[in-house]
């Protein structure tokens, strides 16, 4: 069963850094794209930055700049690298590969 666990959500202050971690398990990922998404209530999930097996990224316009991914192929976890993080970076991340969702996290930049 496959399964994707995120964690290092939380509070913090604006213009302050949190890295968000997603451990895969139930099957190999080394070969598949993974990706952050995020979520407001009310409003549809966007992407927010993905990473192909060899280590292509790509980045919404919002966090370019300000945000990293990158993967750990040995460990069957990516990560999400947050900086100089905004108010408006509120809401939950959601990790995904091939067909598989975490459950979220929650982000709160707020002073």
């Known amino acids: 069963q496959v399964r994707l666990v995120e964690s290092g959500g939380g509070l913090v202050q604006p213009g302050g850094s949190l890295r968000l971690s997603c451990a895969a398990s139930g099957g190999i990922f080394s070969l598949a794209p993974m990706a952050w998404y995020r979520q407001a209530p009310g409003k549809q999930r966007d992407l927010v930055a993905s990473?192909?097996?060899?280590?292509?990224?790509n980045y919404a316009d919002s966090v370019k700049g300000r945000f990293t991914i990158s993967r750990d192929n040995a460990k069957n976890t990516f990560y999400l690298q947050m900086s100089n993080l905004k108010e408006e970076d509120t809401v939950v991340y959601s990790c995904k590969t091939c067909l598989y969702w975490g459950q979220g996290t929650q982000v709160t930049v707020s002073s």
């Open positions: 990473i192909t097996s060899s280590g292509i990224t």
